[in-house]
């Protein structure tokens, strides 16, 4: 028979408290501060400001590190702030496509999604899930899918070729 899991809460600094708070109101305007009229939906500045370019796609990965900065204060485990990091690179990776990029900033929201893993293992005395470690071994495999299409795809070529 498995013990049931205690979950402590962990005591913030005051320092700290008022930190992730202003991570909190950051990453709801970066990502949900503005309601679509009509709709029940919500966006923030991170989409409009990724139309502009050479900029506009650096506020997310700023962000990010402030608060991996804070999960690291908080002690979040490193699979977790992995899983931070890929969210940030998922949301910028999709940023490079013009107009679509942003439009999927719009539906992704990597910044609340890392708020909301800070708070539940920072604030939580809390191990990573096997969800938090398929996540990262899933986006690790797609990477090196990713990186390996090119020379798979030069080997075909110089096989047609020849």
Known sequence: MS?????RLWRL???????????????RLLDSAIEIPGTRYR???????????GIGDLVSPLFTIALLWQSRDLNVPRVVQL???????I?????????LGDLFDVA???NERNVALLEQYGLEERRPSAGDWL?????????AIVAALPFLLAILLVRAVM
């Open 108 to 110: 992704w929201k990597a």
């Open 43 to 53: 966006i923030g500045l991170d989409p409009i400001a990724g139309l502009l370019p």
């Open 135 to 143: 996540f990262v071994a899933a986006m690790i495999a797609a990477l």
């Open 83 to 89: 899983r931070m990091l890929l969210n940030v690179a």
């Open 3 to 7: 013990r049931p899991r205690v979950t």
């Open 91 to 99: 949301d910028a990776g999709f940023g490079l496509v013009p107009i």
């Open 13 to 27: 600094t005051p320092e700290q408290e008022q930190r992730l708070n202003a991570l909190r109101l950051m990453a």
